[in-house]
């Protein structure tokens, strides 16, 4: 098993930054790529940015592509998500995920292991 948690999230302005993080913990070792999703409300969960866990390979969405940066810090079983330029319609609440594969895909039924969610507001 394999638990992680989310930080980072918050209220910030259209046009500014912010970074999130989640921690794994447990069974790390099996984890074969990280990725971020976003719900926003009355929406499907939607793929963000994915990782694998080598680090060789990063994937994003069109709509946060040049804006977003993903990374992981393996030593402290740790990923982030760096949010520049942010817009009102990214908005949503961001679930850090893990899978057991290091090609799960951009769906969220490729992922094994959920955190609880933080919650970005950009204001307009």
């Known amino acids: 098993q394999v638990q992680l948690v989310e930080s980072g999230g918050g209220l910030v302005q259209a046009g500014g930054s912010l970074r999130l993080s989640c921690t794994a913990t447990?069974?790390?070792?099996?984890?074969?790529?990280m990725g971020w999703f976003r719900q926003a409300p009355g929406k499907e969960r939607e793929f963000v940015a994915a990782?694998?866990?080598?680090?060789?390979?990063?994937y994003y969405s069109n709509s946060v592509k040049g804006r977003f940066t993903v990374s992981a810090d393996n030593a402290k079983n740790s990923e982030y998500l760096q949010m520049n330029a942010l817009k009102p319609e990214d908005t949503a609440v961001y679930y850090c995920?893990?899978?057991?594969?290091?090609?799960?895909?951009?769906?969220?039924?490729?992922?094994?292991?959920w955190g609880q969610g933080t919650q970005v507001t950009v204001s307009s």
């Open positions: 995920a893990a899978a057991l594969t290091a090609v799960p895909g951009l769906g969220p039924s490729g992922y094994d292991y």
């Open positions: 447990g069974r790390t070792i099996s984890i074969g790529a």
């Open positions: 990782i694998r866990r080598s680090g060789e390979r990063t």
